[in-house]
């Protein structure tokens, strides 16, 4: 088995960026999200939310592509909640999608972020490219190749200190 470590921050849309989950249905659809992200095999370390939207952070194994990874996560909550009964209209969710990667040591940071997606969006204090799913992308932005340099001892420590609190 190889040996990855991916980190994503995804966010997605409900159809039309409708209000559909209400306090009813939100468990229900974070469940169904959950469920079938571990079913993938991934490990979810967060998900949350408003009304329209769903941002979750999470481990994806690398034999799986992100696109598929979040369109068979959308579908099965969609499909078993509609199954379910409990809504009065059909839940469905918008075709985009946001995917950010990130390195390990930011993951305190995007978990909190998610967890706190409600107070965030009361205090307006969103951080506005990760609840991006259907701009355009931002322009490119590349470091000089300098700061890659491979001799680099506080980078080098750095990841010598990550293996070391492997389990």
Known sequence: ????????????????????????????????????????????????GLEDHVPMVVS???????AKFIGQTKAVASTKFNKSGTGNAPFFWQDEYGAFTFDRKCLPDFVSYVERQKEHHAQKTVIPILERTTEPPLKTIRETASLYWIEDQAWRRELEQLEAEEP
Do not use: D, S
């Open 1 to 48: 088995m190889p040996f990855c470590q991916l980190y994503y921050h995804l966010v997605w849309a409900t159809k039309e960026r409708l209000p559909l989950l209400t306090p009813l249905v939100e468990p229900m659809i974070h469940n169904f999200l959950r469920t079938k992200a571990i079913g993938l095999g991934a490990t979810v370390f967060a998900v949350n």
């Open 60 to 66: 994806i194994p690398a034999k799986i592509a992100v």
